[in-house]
């Protein structure tokens, strides 16, 4: 049996190394820019990088590297096992010459190079209690948008996790019962956003509406196969917010830290199908969901060059659906400042003006049981102006202090 250099990888590691595997396809010497300052990664670095976000525990680009190459040779080893007949076996000896390590181990190049095996006597062992639901990604390639000053991965690929034998017996099902939106949505321990949107509608008619989209998070359904939220140091934003009682820095101190997150919208102004008329109402929606009952409190502090301008503070009960808490605030009006700064913004010529004036413009909520004082969740809003013809866009970071 071929040693580990870096010795025995625990059940964890292990897991999150193949979740990585499905993520990051091979991608031979091309590096892919992942982080705010443009840095650029390796596949092996990012693997590495996805250990440490997942475990906490240090793997290096080596390390990885020596793991890849040892599970290469068992898997060359179990697929030699597999086949009795001499001529296909030099035949499949011939093609995974021509395979790199990291090729043998990903489970869409083995299966795009070599044919079947008959069906294995035994069924191998997984860590999660449950097979893992994976959503196609959109390609083949991971395709980064690098738009500062928080850019990261659009949508890493998610590949089927492939079968494997642990290094060692996986922990129990208490171990990792870890609700799979955590660290992967907008989440505490406690409440985590479902929807949020910002929009004007119109009346056609008596009996009909027509809306249109600034922002919008719409619902998902995330796997434990999608890669972590990325981490953004909170640090860099704290300029951006009021710094006094009960701003960004003050609520990040205070804690708890795992409900903090940062919001990139990429803002949809184009209504140009939307005649602005006299009547038109602009507002915002917001739902949440939580496993326990309480009365929350939302506030809406808009602010320029880090300054508060208008605060909105709005209460919300809880209504049980579906063995959960859900609360809504449904089409709660926009106000006027707002309204104001949307029309004086869809007025300026040319986008890079618009990002010019939206660079020192954000939006801090912040959701607190409203009998305990305490922050479930807290979101820090920045904005740009969408290019797309898809409309509104987002990304979401974890706000992290190292």
């Not at 906490?56 to 680009?61: A, E, L, S």
């Not at 068992?74 to 011939?94: F, N």
């Not at 060059?305 to 089409?331: D, M, N, P, S």
Request: glycine fraction near 4%.
């Amino acid at each position: 049996m071929d040693g580990d250099a870096e010795g025995v990888w625990s059940p964890d590691i292990e897991q999150s190394f193949q979740e990585a595997l499905a993520i990051y396809p091979p991608c031979g010497r091309r590096k892919i820019i992942l982080s705010d300052e443009g840095k650029m990664y390796g596949r092996n670095e990012l693997i590495a990088r996805y250990i440490k976000l997942r475990t906490g525990k240090t793997r290096t680009r080596k390390q990885v590297s020596s793991h890849i190459q040892v599970l290469a040779r068992k898997k060359v080893r179990e697929y030699q096992a597999g086949i009795k007949d001499q001529a296909s076996k030099d035949k499949a000896l011939q093609n995974m010459a021509a395979l790199s390590s990291a090729q043998i181990v990903s489970p869409s190049m083995i299966k795009n190079h070599l044919p079947p095996l008959s069906p294995a006597p035994y069924q191998p062992t997984r860590f999660w209690p449950a097979p893992i639901p994976v959503q196609p990604g959109p390609s083949q390639d991971i395709k980064p948008f690098v738009q500062p000053p928080y850019s990261a991965l659009s949508g890493p690929v998610q590949q089927p996790i492939p079968a494997y034998e642990p290094l060692a017996p996986p922990p129990p099902p208490s171990a990792t019962a870890v609700p799979v939106w955590q660290d992967r949505t907008i989440a505490s321990s406690k409440l985590r956003m479902l929807e949020y949107s910002a929009f004007m509608e119109v009346q056609r008619d008596p009996d009909n509406y027509s809306k249109h989209l600034f922002v919008h998070i719409g619902q998902t359904n995330p796997s434990y196969s999608d890669p972590l939220l990325e981490a953004v140091e909170v640090r860099q934003i704290y300029d951006k917010f009021p710094e006094k009682k009960g701003g960004l820095k003050e609520l990040y101190e205070k804690g708890p830290q795992n409900a903090f997150f940062l919001v990139k919208f990429w803002a949809d102004l184009n209504s140009s199908g939307m005649l602005d008329v006299p009547g038109s109402f602009y507002g915002v929606s917001s739902q949440y969901s939580s496993m326990e009952n309480m009365t929350i409190t939302v506030s809406t502090k808009v602010c320029s060059f880090g300054k508060q301008v208008v605060e909105k503070v709005e209460t919300e009960y809880a209504r049980l659906e579906g063995g959960k808490y859900v609360y809504r605030i449904h089409r709660s009006p926009m106000c006027e400042y707002m309204i104001n700064f949307i029309h004086k913004l869809k007025h300026l010529p040319e986008k890079y003006m618009m990002n010019s004036v939206l660079e020192n413009f954000t939006i801090l909520q912040v959701v607190t049981n409203r009998d305990t004082q305490e922050t479930l969740l807290c979101i820090a809003f920045v904005f740009e102006v969408s290019n797309s013809e898809h409309g509104a866009q987002y990304h979401v970071y974890r706000l992290v202090k190292d």
